[in-house]
């Protein structure tokens, strides 16, 4: 499975996600408003608002505050203009990824060095861990409501490249164009998502010890808890089992 978006669903099932709710839906109106700023309103003729869209739908976001978030794009309500930022930086081996939506880009190049300074991690090369990653489809389901097998018949006949269980979470990649089709397949089933986004999962993951991966662990949830930090990806494999700390 993929590392970081592995572990992000299993605190989800765990609960610990519930009181970041309100925090991920900021997020999700973020990348929706800047969607539907950059190429309209439009959902048919807008794919990266469509995608922003599915992602919202698959973390459960009301169809009212997702219509907002588009409002505010389009300028039909009054919102905020943002700007895209992206960070690289190392922490040992493990490869960290930072894309940032921001209304005050100075603010959160501090906010984001402050937060990599005290975990001991320090900012890479341009272009050295971004070409460590590739653009995937991730779609997670619960493994404990559907199993892996059903899943796969679905998601195959969608397009998916792979599924795979762990941890009580089946996870179900495809290629970026064909994310939306396997979506509906999926849903087309009546199978319910726990999570489904274009994400950044490595080419090679880096398996590192339990302290290792806990410190990295440990750096992404800060970064992340950053209100300018939209999206965090690394390189490291989450084991199987892995259960972080309390």
């Known amino acids: 499975m993929s590392g970081h978006s592995k572990w992000a669903t299993i605190k989800h099932k765990k609960g610990a996600a519930d009181a970041k709710r309100g925090q991920m839906f900021t997020k999700l109106i973020k990348e929706i408003s800047i969607a539907a700023r950059m190429g309209g309103g439009d959902l048919e003729g807008n794919p990266r608002l ?5 992602k919202a739908r ?26 895209e930022l992206s960070y690289e930086a ?12 921001t209304d005050n880009r100075n603010r959160a190049a ?42 796969m018949e679905a ?11 762990g941890d ?38 880096v398996t590192l010890d339990t302290a290792s991966t806990g410190k990295v662990l440990r750096l992404i949830d800060k970064l992340e808890e950053n209100d300018d930090v939209q999206n965090v990806y690394s390189n490291i494999d989450v084991p199987e089992g892995f259960e972080g700390e309390d």
């Open 50 to 54: 469509r995608t922003a869209v599915i």
């Open 58 to 83: 698959g973390a459960n976001m009301p169809k009212d505050n997702i219509d907002r978030a588009i409002k505010k794009g389009t300028g039909e309500l009054e919102g905020v203009n943002y700007e």
């Open 90 to 101: 190392r922490l040992g081996e493990a490869a960290i990824l930072i894309e940032v939506l």
């Open 110 to 151: 501090a906010d984001v060095r402050n937060i990599l300074t005290r975990a001991g991690a320090e900012l890479a090369k341009s272009g050295s861990v971004s070409r460590l990653l590739t653009r995937k489809g991730i779609i997670t389901l619960d493994g404990e409501k559907y199993t892996e097998d059903a899943v």
């Open 155 to 165: 998601a195959l006949e969608g397009g998916a490249e792979d599924v795979a269980e």
């Open 168 to 205: 009580g979470v089946i996870e179900v990649t495809t290629a970026p164009e064909d994310f939306e089709a396997v979506i509906n397949a999926l849903t087309g089933k009546n199978f319910e998502t726990m999570s489904a986004e274009i994400s950044m999962v490595p080419e090679v993951p």
